[in-house]
């Protein structure tokens, strides 16, 4: 790759861009001349320096900044404008064990993330369109070069929520993401006897139903993250007293697939 001398304003240079993450960005031809500003902002999110996120009406929304409170509320507004678009919003993360024992996780949260099959997606854009909370500059679809579905993000109430599409087919889960700070796109794939191993719906201590990603496949991901939060949440989701011991003994963490489209792009334009 040429330019690998290129040192960026941390110090690091285009050698230091590990070849692994860098495979799974997809980016549009536009989006070419932007590279090294896409470079820049993953060294400053490894920094932990990018804290901000994009709010289309407040450009300067702190990072785990949001009360639980205003994250339910957002997740409330989110599953009504899902209800009303007949789709299914999966929470994910680590608020899903506070919204089935409808307890304050006494925490400030980042954001809210949720998965959904991906035949759902058109009818969830146009839902979030309806509402007014959609902006295409923080949809994967204006950047994936592949025609694929990674998601998109948009604000609610003020709490980013990300809205990602999975697939499953032949006892193989696709799982798609997007970050729409620096355009990448992933891809991790593995095998799953049940959907109901990923995805599930609970019934919350308010009596309500609770769409969200398997308290197992929550607590695998907490319990390897390891931070004080993760552990907090980790414990939370034993107290819920739903676990399942035989789905977390056959489940995995999956693995992201490494297709190398992304270095072919930076090849074929000399960066």
Known sequence: MSGDGEKFENGSSWANYPEREVAHIHLSEASVPAMRG??????????????????????????????????RRAYDHVQHM??????????????????ILNQDSGRLHDDLDTVCDV???????????????????????????DGLDYGFEAVVDGVPVGIYPFSFVDGRLTQYSYDPYSHQCKTKEFSLRELSDYVTSYETADGQTCHAMSLEYVKLTKDRAGRDKDIQDSAKIVETGLLRPEVLARIKIPEAVDDGSYQRHLTRHGL
């Open 38 to 71: 896409v470079a820049e902002a993953w060294w400053r999110h490894r920094a932990g320096k990018s804290n901000m996120h994009n709010d289309t009406t407040n450009h300067n929304v702190e990072r785990d900044s949001r009360t639980f409170a205003e994250v």
């Open 82 to 99: 899902a209800d009303e678009a007949d789709s299914k919003l999966y929470v994910s993360g680590g608020s899903v064990p506070y919204l």
């Open 119 to 145: 035949a759902d997606m058109g009818k969830l854009r146009q839902a979030f369109q309806q509402a007014g909370a959609y902006d295409p500059s923080w949809d994967s679809l204006t950047y994936a070069r």
